[in-house]
């Protein structure tokens, strides 16, 4: 897979993640705690995109971040949650696992 095709792919991926966190999840009433989450996302989510020129020589440790903070996401939820997993949480975690791919994918790219 080429590094373009694994790029817009974290993109999709990532404002998807951040949509549901930052948006859906505050639609019934506002949780900071996925309100930051979700602006995270978008951070990360742009920074590795448009990999900006002040961040030359840094994009591998962003990448590693934004799997660490992707995966402390996806384990957070399950033990929040326990046992009561709703089917949007399901979405964001098959979201949240597909973008770990992804980035581990570009990560040597």
Same mark, same amino acid.
């Given at each position: 897979?080429?590094?373009?095709?694994? %790029?817009?792919?974290i993109?999709?991926?990532?404002l998807i993640?951040?949509? *549901?966190?930052a948006?859906? $999840?505050? $639609?019934?009433?506002?949780?900071? !705690?996925?309100?930051?989450?979700g602006?995270?996302?978008?951070?990360l989510?742009?920074v +590795?995109?448009?990999? &900006?020129?002040? $961040?030359?020589?840094q %994009?591998? &440790? *962003?990448?590693?971040?934004?799997? +660490?903070?992707?995966?402390?996401?996806f384990v957070g939820?399950?033990?929040?949650?326990? &046992?009561?997993y709703? &089917? $949007?949480?399901?979405? #964001?975690?098959?979201?949240e +696992?597909f !973008? !770990? *791919? #992804?980035?581990?994918? *570009?990560?040597?790219?």
């Amino acid at each position: 897979m080429s590094k373009q095709t694994l %790029r817009y792919g974290i993109f999709v991926l990532g404002l998807i993640t951040g949509v *549901i966190h930052a948006v859906i $999840l505050n $639609l019934s009433g506002l949780n900071w !705690l996925m309100l930051l989450n979700g602006l995270g996302y978008f951070v990360l989510t742009l920074v +590795v995109f448009f990999d &900006p020129a002040f $961040l030359v020589g840094q %994009r591998k &440790p *962003i990448i590693y971040m934004f799997i +660490v903070y992707t995966l402390i996401t996806f384990v957070g939820y399950f033990v929040l949650n326990f &046992p009561n997993y709703g &089917p $949007l949480g399901y979405i #964001a975690k098959i979201d949240e +696992v597909f !973008l !770990l *791919i #992804a980035l581990w994918l *570009i990560k040597d790219k």
